[in-house]
């Protein structure tokens, strides 16, 4: 069974990243368009832009640094050491800990964050390696399985050490017991959100 360590949501240890690597949600400075100049296209009462402060620039800032930076280096760790990207480790993992090792495409989708298209694709490329399969389900015909094979299990079990250094090394390391308990918290909620938002 793989550890579950491969959540990708975490807390960098530059804490200090540059500026260039997040957009800018300031307001606009003094070359911004003329604001009392007349446009016939606008509305008649446009939306306030709701600008971040400055707690609200910079905890974003670090947000964005962390989702441009860790996601590369999971990336290159399971790359270089088994031949596997990020998302395709995330996968394997996900079904070594379903019952039987099978999940229905969609579910496996949901749990991976994924569109099931994005997901089918990656189905595919491990299914010609070998360590997923496909298969319809015993109570309906009509839906597809993943299955984790057995040579599968094998390459995510001997991954596993190398990927949970890495999180340990990039996150974990830089954290005391509360830190955690705050990253939790936090990632929990903006998740929690973004998941209301993507069902409308």
């Not at 446009?46 to 962390?66: C, F, G, K, S």
């Not at 390696?129 to 094979?149: F, I, K």
């Amino acid at each position: 069974h793989a550890p579950d360590a491969h959540a990708p949501d975490a807390h960098a240890p530059d804490a200090h990243a540059p500026d260039a690597h997040a957009p800018d949600a300031h307001a606009p400075d003094a070359h911004a368009p003329d604001a009392h100049a007349p446009d016939a296209h606008a509305p008649d009462n446009p939306p306030v832009p709701r600008w971040l402060d400055d707690d609200q620039q910079h905890a974003w800032r670090q947000l964005a640094a962390v989702m441009l930076k860790l996601p590369t280096e999971l990336d290159h760790q399971l790359q270089r050491d088994a031949g596997l990207s990020h998302f395709e480790y995330w996968v394997m993992a996900l079904l070594s800990e379903a019952d039987g090792r099978r999940l229905r495409l969609s579910d496996l989708a949901a749990q991976a964050n994924a569109s099931l298209s994005r997901l089918s694709h990656v189905v595919t490329r491990l299914q010609r390696r070998g360590w997923v399969a496909r298969a319809p389900s015993p109570e309906d015909a009509r839906t597809t399985l993943a299955v984790l094979t057995d040579d599968g299990l094998g390459q995510v079990t001997a991954a596993a050490p190398g990927h949970v250094e890495a999180v340990q090394r990039l996150v974990f390391d830089q954290l005391d017991r509360e830190d955690v308990d705050d990253l939790a918290r936090v990632c929990g909620a903006i998740a929690d959100r973004l998941d209301r938002h993507r069902r409308g």
